[in-house]
């Protein structure tokens, strides 16, 4: 499924106005709520993205990112958290929408975490 430059907007613009709204502690302690569910990593690789200060990414990754992460967090959706199964099924899609959206700064993400494994020891026994 492809957007249109319109949706596209749209999509960004939700997504800044959700990344105001981001709450980095509240997030952490939905994902430990929810380490059982299928979408988890995702989650996870999503925070860990935007809350890593020695990674850089683009402010419309970042956007989309926080926006996405600030829907699944807070209980007002589309579709109410508290329909059981049902409500989670718009915060799956808004969690792997992000993740199809930022694919090239997850896989940079994690090359970037692989070398920090790899040259960090390196460089402090130096």
Not at 29 to 54: C, Q, S, V
Not at 75 to 83: A, K, M, N, R
């Amino acid at each position: 499924m492809s957007l249109t430059m319109e949706e596209q907007g749209k999509a960004i613009t939700l997504a800044k106005k959700l990344a105001e709204e981001f709450d980095a502690e509240r997030s952490e302690n939905f994902a430990r709520r929810h380490k059982d569910k299928d979408w988890y990593e995702g989650f996870i690789a999503l925070f860990n993205m935007i809350t890593d200060p020695d990674f850089s990414i683009s402010a419309a990754a970042w956007a989309t990112i926080a926006g996405a992460l600030a829907y699944v967090v807070f209980p007002v959706d589309i579709i109410p958290d508290f329909i059981p199964f049902i409500g989670w099924l718009d915060d799956l899609f808004i969690i792997n929408w992000a993740v199809s959206m930022v694919t090239v700064e997850i896989a940079l993400y994690r090359k970037f975490c692989l070398n920090r494994q790899i040259y960090q020891p390196m460089l402090m026994a130096s």
